[in-house]
């Protein structure tokens, strides 16, 4: 079974960064309060596969389909999209801003089990599904096991089947 999977070798960097960037932001915003800005994220993914796809859901919600894209080449999947910021509330009146804004891009290397010309998105209540079909030769195949002496085509036993000399 391929799996992909995105290494990642230092997460507690991410969790560094993000806690330097809070102290920089109040250090430095206007009185003291966390000044608002838009960040690139890395929406999550799971990827999992059956005997027939590869799948991928990723969690982008708050995003129209519209600024979602989603492309194959080289054998590369590449999904890009864009959170963007509601502008119908003032940045001043916010007090804490948590959720990610801004862009993002995500890559995955297909295994060459993958089918590129049998893929489908669907996009619904917030998650991306990506099905990755794979290619025909791929798939499992079931051999059927038969029960008994292996026979020739004349009707005799084959060698070594049957009697003991």
């Given at each position: 079974m391929t799996v992909i999977t995105r290494w990642d070798p230092f997460p507690e960097f991410s969790t560094l960064q993000d806690r330097m960037n809070r102290l920089f932001r109040e250090s430095h915003g206007p009185e003291g309060?966390?000044?608002?800005?838009?960040?690139?994220?890395?929406?999550?993914?799971?990827?999992?596969?059956?005997?027939?796809?590869?799948?991928?859901?990723?969690?982008?919600?708050?995003?129209d389909e519209k600024d979602i894209d989603v492309r194959i080449e080289n054998n590369t999947l590449t999904v890009h999209g864009e959170r963007k910021l509601e502008k119908e509330e003032k940045e001043e009146n916010y007090r804490r801003v948590e959720r990610q804004y801004g862009?993002?891009?995500?890559?995955?290397?297909?295994?060459?089990?993958?089918d590129?010309?049998?893929?489908?998105?669907?996009?619904?209540?917030?998650?991306?599904?990506?099905?990755?079909?794979k290619k025909a030769e791929a798939k499992p195949k079931q051999i059927k096991v038969n029960v008994g002496s292996e026979r020739t085509l004349e009707g005799k036993e084959a060698?070594?089947?049957?009697?003991a000399a």
């Open positions: 309060e966390e000044s608002l800005s838009t960040s690139t994220f890395a929406p999550p993914v799971d990827v999992y596969e059956d005997d027939h796809n590869v799948v991928l859901t990723i969690e982008v919600p708050g995003i862009s993002f891009t995500r890559s995955f290397t297909l295994p060459s089990t993958v590129p010309e049998q893929v489908s998105a669907n996009y619904e209540k917030g998650v991306l599904k990506i099905k990755l079909a060698k070594g089947a049957g009697r």
